[in-house]
């Protein structure tokens, strides 16, 4: 099966004390976020455990845990881009994300760590050119660490529009000679551009619009075919099997503008102060009205297509 820990919130960066925790205590619960009493419970162990998938702005707290997280496989999700303390007040500062990305990708391989560019939006000063610039600086500093790039642009989700108003849609216009010229950048440094649900109006340029996290992304990263179950990413559009997330909304302090994840500062703090490095949900502890069921897992791999 797939662990899947960063479409909530940021586990890394944030609870990497917490995660690391859970792997030595073999087990995480999870509470279901619109059934609150519902709980699930996941045996973490890399008999059942194919691959733990993480998403992060930060992945420098877990790096000295390496050895913990080596029995198991790993794909990792690292967000860089170019905003600054306005947009993305708590997340560090980017040349030193670019450093430990590089030593991620020398501790897992390059096959199991990609680089998310996203969500990309428009304003005077984050302007289109500037975009066009930015990321060939960067993507020629990532070079050689990364064979994929993952770029989308900003959805203007109710939460988004709450705490980033002054946020809009990117045009067609503007997607298209985005998408062109970081194609175009990818192919010159060796990195696939791919597009997070996005349709496939940037397919004519080269840019891979079939999915971030499938089938195919995580047999790469583990080097060995997969019998995994069909299942729909969470949105429409989206082509990605994401797996059995264990992170919970309203936490990640970040506080990233175009965030999706949160509701607003006060909820994240609120549950911050819930937070038990020793338990073995996110957030708080389980409660008596609890109702705990122990997930149904299974290995996926099959060792005899091995690549």
Sequence with gaps: MI???????????????WFINRIKEVYVMVRNPYNPSSVTKYIINPDVVDLIAFCTKNPAPMLEHMDVLKPF????????????KEIEPNVPDKRKVIQDFKRLSEAVGMDSVGWRYDPIFITDKYSLDFHLDVFESMAKELSGYTHTCIISF???????????????????EERLIIGKAFADIGKKYGITIKACAEGDELEQYGIDCDGCLTHTVY?????????????????KECACFFGNDI???????????YCYANTNKDAVIRNVTLHNP??????????????????????????????
């Design 3 to 17: 662990l899947q820990t960063g479409m909530r919130t940021d586990i890394p960066a944030f609870y990497a004390e």
């Design 73 to 84: 496989g790993q794909y990792w999700f690292v967000t860089i881009t170019p905003y600054g």
């Design 219 to 235: 047999e790469t990263a583990l080097h060995t075919k997969l019998n995994m179950p069909k299942k729909k990413g969470q949105r």
């Design 154 to 172: 900003i959805d203007l989700y109710k939460k988004v529009i709450t705490n980033f108003p002054q946020g809009r849609m990117v045009s067609k």
């Design 278 to 307: 020793n338990s073995p949900l996110l957030i708080g502890n389980i409660q008596p009205e609890d109702e705990i069921k122990t997930a149904e897992q299974e290995s996926w791999m099959n060792l005899q297509l091995n690549f």
């Design 247 to 257: 992170g919970a909304y309203d936490t990640c302090r970040h506080f990233c503008r």
